[in-house]
């Protein structure tokens, strides 16, 4: 009897499971919060590869098939990731774009910087227009648009707090049943989330008034959420390769001695910014890696990058 009844429960369908939506992320922290809330219910793709950079990549056609099959795509947005957001233009799935989401807290990037970017937003669309009356449209896909807000905004804690609220209820309408569920992980995600910002925010006290440059417009949320003094950057918010201008600006800066260190991206050649500190007092940082894509995936990425960073920081700005 116990066999017949073991062979029964078997053949029933796992309603609860099968009902799990699925979820394509695009950016590992996203992905590591996507993980969290989900836990053991199901595991979110995550379209970033190892060493990629986010501002430029290339889907591959089984990911693009990832989105077409997607529920919902939890990702940053268009202002981060326009690539995604070409090729959700046929897609079904419903997006959450958590840049844009309530209760999420952006910021502007710094004044100089947001003119460079609209400058060099213009040069680039010209561009496109032009090759794409030479006939090679292709090209003009490259051309993006920033309105000056930083898309960074993972970098801010508080965040990543409102996301989990926010990926758990954008799981719970695609499938109630589990919504509990979806709730409790959530809550215990911003309970790590509070833990790490609290030993992050000690570990960097001593070196709140350092000053530092780094290799793109990456860190302006984390600069401002732990009150980190005066940094500067070498490229622009999407890492695009910076003028003549730019690199004469940041050269004489170094020389003045207004930098303690400089760090470097794991996505990036070091080769420019190392080339600008010779002669200078500045010390050369651990790379950076404001993304994760250096990380191994998971949910403990976002983790893992937040402290990564705090702790490249502190090696070379405590030295």
Known sequence: MR???????ASLPTAALAEVPNVVTDIPPVHALVAQVM?????PVLLLEKGADEHDFQLRPSQMQSIADAD?????????????????????AVSLALLDAKGTQTQAYPAGQAEEEEHHDHDEADHAEHVDHAGHADEAEHAHSHDGTDPHAWMNPANAATW????????????PENAATYAANAANAKTRIATMDAQITAQLAAIKDKPFVTFHAAYGYFAAHYGLGHHGSLALGDATTPGAAKLTQLQAELKSGAYTCAFPEVQHDPAMLTQLMQGTAT???????????????GPDAYDNLMRGIANSLSACLNG
């Open 72 to 92: 919902t795509v939890i990702w940053i947005g268009p202002e981060l990731t326009p690539w995604l957001d070409r090729a959700m233009t046929d897609s079904k």
């Open 39 to 43: 836990g053991d219910l199901g595991t």
């Open 283 to 297: 010390k050369l940082g651990q790379p950076l890696d404001p993304v994760g894509s250096s990380l191994d995936f």
């Open 164 to 175: 989990v609220d926010l990926i758990a209820a954008d799981l719970s309408t695609l499938d």
């Open 3 to 9: 066999y017949i009844i073991s062979l029964a429960l």
